[in-house]
């Protein structure tokens, strides 16, 4: 399982321990799924023993923590037009569709009404630019936001 998948059960079992992400992925969208999950922070493996110390210590105290590059990433995520974002549950729709689910499917597994699913296709259609399911997986993964 990847960090993401990782943190997600850790978080399930232990909500109250911050999760300090130590990675080699400097992907935006990656980033911000891992802070919209709850994590205590998000450093790159290039970071020094020292810089790591200290960051599990800030995390601690509950601080938000992140290496300067990816400051620098989420500065830029800042700026980029909320349309062009979908949101964590319309990621994890598509995601669904993507993998062949049925919208009752997706429902089912995600907790929600088919209805409520719906909704989150139609807004992801319309941030994506698309008509249809089929559009907007192919439209997501090119633009890398949403994996299989």
Request: net charge neutral.
């Amino acid at each position: 399982m990847d960090g993401l998948e990782l943190m997600t059960k850790l978080r399930e079992t232990r909500p109250s321990v911050p999760v300090l992400l130590l990675t080699v992925v400097e992907d935006p969208t990656v980033i911000r799924e891992a802070l919209d999950q709850g994590a205590a922070g998000y450093l790159l493996k290039s970071a020094s023993t020292d810089e790591i110390i200290r960051s599990v210590e800030r995390a601690l105290d509950g601080q938000l923590v992140v290496s300067a590059e990816v400051g620098t990433l989420i500065a830029g995520m800042i700026f980029k037009s909320e349309e062009d974002t979908l949101s964590p549950r319309e990621r994890e729709v598509l995601t669904g569709v993507a993998r062949g689910l049925t919208n009752a499917r997706v429902a089912s597994q995600l907790y929600i009404s088919e209805t409520t699913v719906k909704t989150h296709l139609r807004r992801a259609f319309t941030k994506l630019g698309v008509q249809d399911r089929t559009s907007a997986v192919t439209e997501a993964l090119q633009r890398g936001l949403i994996r299989l």
